[in-house]
């Protein structure tokens, strides 16, 4: 059974803006973050979590109380 799907692209499907020279600071760390974030919520089997990076490269969110999670964890 399949349970992850992953798409890649180069380009923006509808800009064709290119992707190629984009690089995510601490991306496994936002990784990670969303993993820990996402056990908090027991009732939910699917979240979208819109998160960002501030100039300090610190995750930030405005959505509910992640803000208080992610002091929890130092992020």
């Not at 064709?16 to 601490?26: L, R």
């Not at 496994?28 to 100039?55: C, G, M, P, R």
Request: glycine share 2%.
């Amino acid at each position: 059974m399949r349970t992850r799907v992953e798409y890649k692209y180069d380009i923006h499907p509808f800009t064709k803006a290119s992707f190629s020279h984009i690089e995510i600071p601490i991306y496994n760390n936002i990784i990670e973050t969303v993993k820990k974030l996402h056990n908090e919520l027991h009732y939910f089997n699917l979240v979208s979590w819109d998160l960002a990076l501030d100039q300090k490269k610190q995750i930030r969110s405005m959505i509910g109380k992640i803000p208080l999670m992610l002091k929890k964890w130092h992020c």
